[in-house]
């Protein structure tokens, strides 16, 4: 638009000069007709000698050059009207089919949109300014849309998926109970039980994972030191850590932090779980808590096949099973995790480790600046 307004002045202000200039030579030469031949040979030495601006100048020039306007001069000023009208409006339209065509496309792409087509893309060329930021806000929503789509397939067929498992088995575990075919003195019950622990962690999985996403999750914030849950976490995993043949090596740094100390657990919970997941047997995940750059961090690193670069963006969408590693992956742990940090104002940063096989998860969070954690407890 400033190209435009910019363009257009410049094209006025020149046909106002140049219209200028042709009225000033066109009335000189007018002028110049009606002289006799001794004024005009005197107008034309005034002129060759530099005196265009002299009394005498202008005396002879007023003199001939008549004070109304004569068909011709109505035709002079036209003529200047039409071809200004002209070249402008020439300029105004091919700008204006240049502005417009980007937002034609824009407002069809969204039409397609609207009407439920996936991956509309409005090309960016040709697009300047305001424009151009127009089509990219346009692709970025349609981008957003089409990975929400993929992330809804995604959680859909997992949740499916989860729920399908137990509810076979409980399905035909209580048709083999009704028909007598399983006596229920054999501990049955038991299992059965357990089905519904796993039918019941999903739920409460979900429902925490829709409360993060809509704001709504309680949070009981207070000055917290990441050390001392990640302590109790390692504590708690130890066991299945060293049935699954994986030592957990902790290096507990202070980090105080203000956040909800169960939510914290449940982040570094799924964290550590996916890394024994991973992890190969006779090796150590590591569990670091440090202060650095003005952050609390706890890193989790294990010795396991790391991921792909390509799946990192991946990684935290719920039911996304890693096609690289030999074990399925999780069904929401890493997501609850990245979920749960964001709402204590933090991150979950992945990386492949740098040292050697192996992945290293991260939590972020920032630093308590708090007076009670500034000498050693």
């Not at 997992?158 to 229920?184: F, K, M, N, Y």
């Not at 409360?211 to 990640?230: F, I, K, M, Q, S």
């Amino acid at each position: 638009m400033w190209l435009l307004a910019g363009l257009m002045t410049a094209i006025t202000l020149g046909l106002g000069v140049t219209s200028y200039y042709a009225v000033n030579y066109y009335e000189l030469d007018h002028a110049k007709a009606r002289m006799p031949p001794a004024a005009r040979a005197e107008l034309e030495r005034l002129i060759a000698t530099g005196k265009r601006g002299s009394d005498r100048y202008f005396e002879l020039y007023d003199r001939y050059s008549g004070d109304r306007l004569r068909a011709d001069d109505w035709a002079m000023l036209l003529v200047i009207g039409l071809a200004s009208t002209a070249v402008g409006g020439g300029v105004a339209f091919v700008f204006a089919r240049r502005l417009s065509r980007p937002i034609v496309e824009v407002a069809q792409a969204a039409s397609r949109v609207a009407a439920g087509e996936r991956g509309v893309h409005v090309p960016p060329a040709g697009a300047t300014g305001e424009i151009a930021e127009l089509v990219a806000s346009f692709n970025r929503m349609a981008g957003d849309i089409q990975a929400y789509e993929r992330e809804r397939t995604v959680l859909t067929v997992g949740i499916a998926h989860e729920l399908r498992t137990p509810l076979t088995i409980l399905r035909g575990r209580l048709h083999a109970l009704s028909d007598g075919v399983i006596d229920p003195a054999t501990g049955e019950a038991d299992r059965l039980l357990r089905q519904v622990d796993a039918l019941a962690r999903v739920v409460e999985d979900l429902r925490t994972l829709a409360h993060a996403d809509a704001g709504e999750l309680r949070l009981d914030l207070r000055p917290t030191d990441l050390a001392e849950v990640a302590s109790g976490v390692a504590a708690d995993l130890r066991a299945p850590a060293e049935a699954a043949g994986v030592t957990l090596a902790p290096d507990l740094a202070q980090a105080p932090v203000h956040g909800d100390s169960l939510r914290l657990a449940q982040i570094l919970t799924n964290l550590l779980t996916n890394a024994i997941k991973h992890a190969p047997s006779g090796s150590s995940v590591q569990v670091e808590t440090r202060i650095e750059g003005g952050e609390a961090i706890a890193r989790i690193l294990d010795s396991g096949p790391g991921f792909r670069e390509e799946d990192r963006a991946r990684l935290f969408m719920p039911f996304w099973r890693s096609r690289q590693a030999e074990r399925p992956g999780s069904g929401m742990g890493l997501t609850l995790a990245a979920k749960l940090a964001e709402a204590q104002g933090g991150r979950i940063v992945a990386r492949n480790r740098e040292d050697g096989p192996g992945a290293c998860f991260a939590l972020v969070l920032p630093v308590l600046d708090d007076t009670r954690y500034s000498t050693t407890r």
